[in-house]
């Protein structure tokens, strides 16, 4: 390529490169310098003064951080893993001739689409333990007792609920994807296992799966990763509560800046969340490059 | 596609089945959520077909000024950055699809980093400098920050709709006497149109339902609809019918849109790398 055609092709890259790069790097090196200061909106008296690591320290030596860590491992590895299982059994039924299914799976999109806001108020409504008809039909069934305190603010219900809510909207998306990936697998695997008389079970474990992985690993990765920044369903079905019980980092981090209006502590919560993004950023490229994606 | 067993299609049709009224459940209570009268939001058993319907939650919606400057804003925030996403997007990604330089995995790198940090890294900084320039509750920090987050899936949706054109396409093209700019304009976009109405309704979905960025940067003029639902729900007496009519409105338009590009927007959610 000569150089000429080099520079036309920087000219074409360079104006989405300069705003992603400004708008990308200058918040970040924002939250970095914030991060090492000690700053609170509500005691201007105080000023700015520089912090050095003492955000951090309380950080990382806080147990609640922990207990924060822990209860948003345990929504991301909850929704992740439940919307694996229900995206799996969904693309596999879909991948079969039926007339119809196409609807079916249009139908079945829709939740995909919907804004996360209102999926946090149609769960909200429909839990409601007054008039909410779920809440209702657990009732119905002799489940009474499941919902004798409201589901969202139960410290123990409210983040299966969230998971629930989390599977209802992104199980669409985990299926689909799952489903572009059965369609990709050759037909000639499963003639020759037919042929070897191999059980239904066996040709699902030995031929299916395996070369499914590309797929599987696409969606939990990319899953992991919008699950980990969950804010809106939370924001609107619990505010966190009860207490801190569904609070996750990136609702701690805004938790702290925008009600304790603490930027240097939130900055340095928003540090750790973006450190644990960056690990599994990685981890795709690697898989990008390890030929794990067929782009 | 694979031969299924009798046995085998009875399991799909009930899982299916599961996942239809899964589905369909919360939806079709807040469709007729939306058309009841104020009283029989509150029966007690919840009532899902109550003896008469009414139209009165939609013109409740529509009949409040503040509600309409809601509807307004989100055509016209969701509008600007996704045009500023296709101004940006589509000429880098049709150069990292055609031009190959060593740097170009740096770029994707970069691209890729962008669309994967979590937005509450990024929210504070923008609240704090828009603050400082004196553009808070306007409507650009809000624009800029929704760019920023639909560019990347612009650069690598339409990256691969340029990779599936045969560069001989353009080449013959330019053979014929076509400039580059020429043969870009007249052959490849008709070719990529279907990919770039796709690219374009994936970065209107992420504005419209976006709300982190939107709660923080937007004040009384400039919010759109998803800040609008969220300060109704959380007061103490939520009006249920008016803010279900408020949701289907809010959701509707994306669901439309997001149905007829269905397969295109999971490969732009995956970044390309499912077909």
């Known amino acids: ?295 | 596609m694979i031969r299924r067993k009798p046995a085998q299609k009875i399991g799909a049709l009930i899982v299916i089945g599961l996942a239809l009224v899964w589905t369909l459940v919360p939806l079709l209570w807040i469709v007729l959520s939306s058309f009841k009268f104020e009283t029989d939001q509150f029966s007690i058993p919840p009532n899902w077909f109550p003896d008469r319907f009414t139209l009165e939650n939609y013109i409740a919606f529509f009949s409040n000024s503040e509600f309409v400057r809601s509807l307004f804003n989100s055509v016209f925030i969701t509008f600007s950055s996704t045009i500023i996403a296709l101004l940006l997007g589509v000429p880098a990604a049709y150069a990292l699809a055609r031009f190959n330089w060593k740097h170009s995995n740096t770029v994707a790198f970069v691209v890729l980093l962008a669309r994967m940090t979590p937005p509450i890294v990024m929210v504070l900084p923008f609240f704090m400098l828009s603050r400082y320039l004196g553009i808070s509750q306007t409507y650009l920090p809000i624009i800029l920050a929704l760019s920023f987050f639909s560019v990347p899936f612009a650069v690598w949706m339409m990256r691969g709709f340029f990779q599936e054109i045969p560069v001989s396409l353009e080449e013959a093209a330019m053979i014929d006497g076509c400039t580059r700019f020429q043969s870009l304009r007249r052959v490849i976009l008709p070719l990529v149109m279907p990919g770039l109405s796709a690219t374009s309704i994936l970065c209107a979905l992420i504005a419209w339902n976006e709300f982190l960025f939107a709660l923080v940067l937007t004040g009384r003029d400039t919010r759109p609809l998803p800040v609008l639902v969220n300060m109704f729900v959380s007061e103490r007496n939520i009006e249920w019918g008016v803010m279900s009519a408020a949701a289907i409105i809010t959701v509707l338009p994306m669901i439309i849109f997001g149905l007829i590009v269905q397969n295109d927007l999971v490969r732009g959610l995956t970044m390309g790398s499912s077909k």
């Open chain 1, 1 to 295: 390529m000569n150089s000429s055609q080099r520079i036309r092709g920087l000219s074409y890259v360079l104006p989405a490169l300069v705003f992603i790069v400004i708008i990308f790097m200058i918040p970040l090196t924002y939250t970095v310098v914030m991060s090492f200061l000690r700053w609170n909106l509500l005691r201007p008296d105080l000023g700015i003064r520089a912090a050095g690591f003492s955000n951090f320290v309380r950080l990382f030596t806080d147990k609640f951080t922990l207990d924060t860590v822990g209860r948003t491992f345990y929504f991301v590895v909850g929704s992740v893993f439940l919307e694996l299982l229900a995206g799996l059994a969904i693309a596999l039924s879909l991948d079969t001739e039926f007339k119809g299914w196409k609807i079916a799976q249009s139908i079945i999109l829709v939740p995909f689409m919907i804004a996360p806001v209102v999926v946090g108020f149609v769960w909200r409504f429909i839990l409601n333990n007054d008039y909410g008809p779920v809440v209702h039909f657990i009732r119905q069934i002799g489940l009474g007792s499941l919902v004798e305190r409201p589901l969202l603010s139960n410290p123990s219900a409210v983040i299966p609920v969230l998971i629930l809510a989390d599977a209802w909207q992104y199980t669409p998306f985990v299926a689909l994807v799952l489903l572009a990936g059965l369609k990709s697998i050759p037909q000639e695997p499963y003639e020759a296992a037919y042929v070897d008389g191999s059980s239904a079970l066996q040709r699902f474990l030995f031929i299916t799966l395996p070369l499914l992985k590309p797929s599987i690993l696409v969606a939990v990765v990319i899953r992991t990763l919008t699950s980990l920044r969950v804010f809106d369903t939370i924001f609107i079905m619990t505010g966190g509560g009860p207490g801190t019980a569904s609070e996750t980092l990136a609702f701690y981090g805004y938790r702290i800046a925008f009600q304790s209006y603490n930027i240097g502590f939130s900055s340095a919560i928003n540090m750790l969340t973006f450190g644990i993004a960056i690990v599994f950023t990685v981890i795709y490229m690697k898989m990008i490059k390890g030929g794990a994606i067929y782009d």
